[in-house]
Structure formats: C-alpha cells, structure tokens
C-alpha cells in the first residue's frame, strides 16, 4: 500500500467520527491547494502584463476587446502619486502585515450601522491580491483564498514590490489598466510628469474607476482630491 494510501486508512476512521471537522479540514485543503503557489515570489523579479481583473473585462467584452497595460518602474512614477494612493486607500499600509484590523472594525461596523457596503476595509496588499489572481464575483470562498494570498504576498514580498505591481494593474477605467496607461489617457503625460493635484485626482477614482473619470472636474473627484492633497504630507514612502 502507497504511502499516501496509509495516510488515509488512518484517517478515515477519524473523519467518520467527526463529520463536522472533517468538512472543515476538506475545504481547507480545496482551498489551500487552488491557491497560487509560485506566482506570488516571482513577483519579486516580475512585471505583470495580465491580471484575472484583465481577463474578466476582456470576457465580459466578448474578447473583442482584450484590456493590456504597459508596466512602468516605481522609480518612474511620481511619488505624489504613490503618496495619494497610500494617503486615501491604506493610510497603515507600512505597519499591517496584509490586513489592516483596526480600520476592518471600524468599517464593519458602519456598513452594519448604515444597512449597506458604504466603507471599505481592503488593504492595498488585499486589493492586489483580489485584482492579480481572483475575479469581482463576491463569495465566501474567494474572500477567504483573496486573504490567505494576501498573507503570503506580504511575507513573501517588500512592500516597495506590492506598491509597484499594484500601480501597474488596478483599474483606471474602461479597458484602463496600470498607471503608464492612465497617465497617457487621461492627461497625456507620462506618469513622472503628473503634478500633485493630476496625482490626487487619479488617486481619488481608484474606488469607483468606471463611474468616475480623474479628468472630469466632478463633485466626487474634487471633493477626494481636496481630501489627499492635504494627507500628502502625512505619508512617509518607506522604502
């Protein structure tokens, strides 16, 4: 008999005493094993070209349209701009490691007081997880993969690493994906060139991307806008 086989003579029993634990034990295992394994450390060394965010736009668009970015150094990215993401989408995101507990609280606790999603509690480190290898469709089952991600990506990443593929693969609009494309479209610059306030503006869509354009003086961007650009000092680029 296979080792393998021995394993679970052993174990068989158990499970038929215990049903409850063994359900749990099972999806454990489905969902450690469906996670990726070395795609996370190559980031490291890595420029990402497609995102299962990418894939999915390009799906829901009958693959008629296909949304491609161009991936940009973070070195070549003005720091106002990384300071404005950092500033309105994860203020602690140099002292969590994956999840920001204190403000997941504190969001949970307005939804639940409000009837409905109004606050968000996803860290960058979660957002990119959620953008690189999972797809928008919300279950139970993709929340608790999109974490277990999230927790190797920051013991497995710098956050100088994270900062940079996150930049260069999150949504800016319709078929806009990664920074070097947004910068161009938006306001023809490259993203170097953004000054503060084109900086704030791109930061200030990032939640509602396909709602919200960051060169459309709206009430909405100008009111998150204003928001960032006065955090801006606040935020300490740690790497």
């Known amino acids: 008999m296979s080792e393998l086989g021995l394993i679970w003579e052993k174990l068989l029993p158990l499970f038929k005493r215990n049903k409850v634990k063994s359900i749990f034990i099972y999806l454990f295992f489905l969902i450690y094993f469906s996670l990726p394994g070395l795609q996370i450390p190559i980031l490291e060394f890595h420029s990402t070209r497609i995102s299962s965010l990418m894939e999915q736009r390009g799906i829901e ?3 008629f349209f296909y949304p491609k970015q161009n991936f940009v150094e973070i070195e070549d990215i003005n720091p106002n701009l990384l300071r404005a993401i950092i500033s309105m ?18 969001s949970l606790r307005v939804n639940t007081r409000r009837k409905k ?25 993709r929340k608790a993969k999109e974490l277990l991600v999230t927790f190797r990506m920051e013991k497995e990443l710098s956050k100088k690493t994270i ?34 306030t084109e900086s704030a503006k791109l930061a200030a ?30 935020v300490v680029l740690d790497f």
């Open 61 to 63: 668009n009958f693959l």
């Open 89 to 106: 989408e994860d203020g602690s995101f140099f002292n969590h490691h994956g999840v920001d507990w204190k403000e997941l609280k504190t």
């Open 117 to 141: 999603s109004v606050r968000g509690g996803s860290t960058l480190t979660m957002q990119l997880s959620k953008n690189l290898f999972f797809t928008t469709h919300k279950s139970f089952l």
């Open 163 to 196: 900062l940079e593929q996150y930049v260069n693969v999150i949504e800016w609009g319709d078929g806009v994906f990664g920074i070097q494309k947004a910068s161009e479209i938006y306001f023809d610059k490259e993203p170097i060139e953004l000054t503060t």
């Open 205 to 234: 869509v990032i939640p509602s991307p396909l709602k919200h354009q960051p060169n459309v003086n709206s009430r909405y961007v100008q009111r998150r806008s204003s928001i960032i650009r006065a955090r801006l000092s606040d």
